[in-house]
């Protein structure tokens, strides 16, 4: 956490001294080798969490995740507004810079004992024979795809809705917006649920309805039912990414948990690449409701495989949690 913290403190302040379009791709690639925060600080988490309350822990983690993800647009709009866009890179390259002072300060990680290491290393390439959790990641990367093919329609749907693109972009703002804060609020909860029904259970059902209400948008026609809509999807997509953390989490071992949620985070990176690629074409081809009800069904999909796996996942569970080292295959 701390590495990460300081080098993208770094890297943002080299985004304020780019002087053409070229050394800002250069600086963002730098950025993309730097990260590695939240991961770690995920992983933190997990280590000091009781197995009883994993669940809910990682989701006040993504509570967190997504309060920033809306705050952050929100406090850089008003900054470059006010001090430019430059100066607004310095700005927020001083904030990360007095967050992993933070928790320089006030972080501690507990080291484990010898006799409490394991005997032998686990090595990326053993760890990827880990059968669930392969599953696992590549349920995240077609997650985060299908969640991602409708961002790059968003606005046009929702000028369509309204009749004309006057405002479109304040709209389709404000239901990022209810989307977020539906997550904000469902992620803690479903963290509870998933402790206490069983955290498979919790994932197909947040898998099928977050599928269910998204493939409704083909009906919808109303900007406001749209709205409705999209925050009841909001709220139960939250439940998906903390109930597949905290089952990672299960299936690998201790000495391997800050790498596997690492692999986590690549995993939501490469669906949300995937995703805007894969709802333009689809857009381009056929129509923007089209692309919401594709995005239902690959969820409903999701939904059904986990249903299909839940014996087999908690099988992995199991075992992971009887012997404390070794990597379910």
């Known amino acids: 956490m701390i590495r990460a913290g300081f080098s993208l403190a770094v890297t943002y302040a080299l985004f304020a001294v780019v002087r053409s379009p070229w050394e800002l791709v250069a600086a963002r690639l730098v950025h993309g080798f730097a990260g590695g925060f939240i991961p770690a600080a995920m992983s933190i988490v997990a280590s000091v969490?009781?197995?009883?309350?994993?669940?809910?822990?990682?989701?006040?983690?993504?509570?967190?995740?997504?309060?920033g993800g809306i705050?952050?647009?929100l406090?850089?709009?008003?900054?470059?507004?006010?001090?430019?866009?430059?100066m607004s890179f310095v700005v927020a390259a001083a904030v990360i810079f007095l967050a992993a002072l933070a928790v320089v300060a006030w972080v501690k990680e507990d080291s484990a004992?010898?006799?409490?290491?394991?005997?032998?290393?686990?090595?990326?390439?053993?760890?990827?024979?880990?059968?669930?959790?392969?599953?696992?990641?590549?349920?995240?990367?077609?997650?985060?795809?299908?969640y991602n093919m409708?961002?790059?329609?968003?606005?046009?749907?929702?000028?369509?809705?309204?009749?004309?693109?006057e405002d479109a972009a304040l709209s389709s703002g404000i239901v990022f917006a209810l989307i977020g804060i539906a997550g904000i609020v469902g992620s803690p909860l479903w963290g509870n649920v998933?402790?206490?029904?069983?955290?498979?259970?919790?994932?197909?059902?947040?898998?099928?309805?977050?599928?269910?209400f998204m493939s409704l948008q083909l009906f919808v026609q109303q900007l406001w039912l749209f709205a409705a809509v999209q925050f009841a999807f909001g709220l139960f997509m939250a439940g998906v990414v903390p109930m597949v953390n905290t089952l990672v989490v299960q299936n690998t071992p201790d000495v391997f948990r800050g790498r596997s949620l690492g692999l986590?985070?690549?995993a939501n990176q490469l669906g949300s690449m995937i995703g805007p690629l894969i709802g333009g074409f689809v857009g381009m081809a056929l129509n923007v409701h089209w692309t919401f009800f594709l995005a239902g069904l690959m969820m409903l999909?999701?939904?059904?495989?986990?249903w299909n796996r839940s014996a087999w996942l908690s099988r992995g569970s199991a075992k992971e949690r009887a012997s404390g080292r070794s990597v379910p295959g």
């Open 113 to 146: 004992s010898p006799a409490e290491a394991p005997a032998k290393p686990v090595r990326l390439m053993t760890a990827l024979s880990n059968k669930p959790l392969l599953f696992l990641l590549m349920l995240l990367v077609v997650f985060q795809a299908s």
């Open 49 to 67: 969490s009781p197995k009883e309350r994993m669940s809910w822990s990682l989701g006040v983690m993504q509570s967190a995740t997504m309060t």
């Open 301 to 306: 999909a999701l939904g059904g495989a986990v």
């Open 194 to 212: 998933g402790a206490k029904r069983g955290l498979l259970r919790t994932l197909i059902l947040c898998l099928l309805a977050a599928g269910g």
């Open 264 to 266: 986590t985070a690549s």
């Open 71 to 73: 705050l952050g647009p």
């Open 75 to 86: 406090f850089g709009g008003a900054l470059a507004e006010w001090f430019g866009f430059r």
């Open 150 to 165: 409708i961002q790059p329609l968003m606005t046009l749907h929702i000028a369509d809705l309204q009749g004309g693109m």
